[in-house]
């Protein structure tokens, strides 16, 4: 059963990322992201109501904002645009380099880190570099080179969510956490896809329904949900480290079923930035 279970959060982690890619390669990713959010948004209204669970006070309801604005709204804003650009597995794989910007980030605030931790930073840090001048070896064009810029943009907003809302993290319940985070992040997309998101598309494919239905339903709400369980039955290090699976998933389903290419530097430069965040959960457990 928990053989099952891990499988099943691996999957659905890293298939979030093919399901961006077909839905942003038919509308404009700004406005499907805002319609994924405001779709998600009564459902989880409901789940509060059944758990009947608080809303956070003021302070913690700031850090929360924090979080739905540049955790969740920026971060996943700047990965669906980019799946436009860039394979969806090199996506995830960017994108799972957002524990690289928050042990940084706490390393700045004076926030100590083991040998072992500093060792996985620069490694991680080392395979983003590898993957990048293979890239560019390879021919980078300009919106490929946009896109993974894109990427890591979106990692750093969702580790300055993360750092923000982590002292409320105890405090208040994951349900309400993740409804706070999806409200806000529908209303942060609403206003960038207005200005910048181009007319809202009044037609929509079967294979667009389906990843929309996937990424609201199975993602949003699902994956959330296996999320929280996934913590309390391995706890947050082994959950951390099941995650570093999914964007090798991302890049098999891309490559077999969406026809994406993955090169050497790919293959090279992810196996060095998982096995660097691998090592830097190791330390923060032993800690």
Known sequence: MSLLLAALYILIWGSAFNAARVVALEWSPLWALALRFALSVP???????????????????????????????????????????VPSGLVALLAATSPLFVAL?????????????????????????????????????????????????????????????????ARMDPWVANLGQTAVAALVLILLAVPFGGPLPMTASTPFILGMVYSCVVVGIGGYALFFIVIRRFGPSNAAALQLLSPPVAALIGWSLLGERLIWGDLVGGALTLGGLLLMFRARARG
């Open 43 to 85: 459902a989880l209204a409901v789940i509060r109501s059944l758990r009947r669970a608080s809303f956070p006070r003021s302070g913690d309801a700031w850090r929360l904002f924090g979080m739905g604005t540049l955790g969740m709204g920026g971060y996943l804003a700047c990965a669906w645009v980019a799946s436009k650009h």
């Open 105 to 169: 980030g706490s390393a700045l605030r004076g926030e100590g880190m083991a040998r072992l931790g500093w060792v996985g930073l620069a490694l991680g840090w080392l395979g983003v570099a590898v993957l990048g001048l293979s890239r560019s070896a390879d021919g980078l064009a300009a919106a490929e080179a946009w896109g993974i810029g894109l990427t890591l943009l979106g990692a750093l907003l969702q580790a300055a969510g993360v750092l923000i809302y982590a002292p409320a993290r």
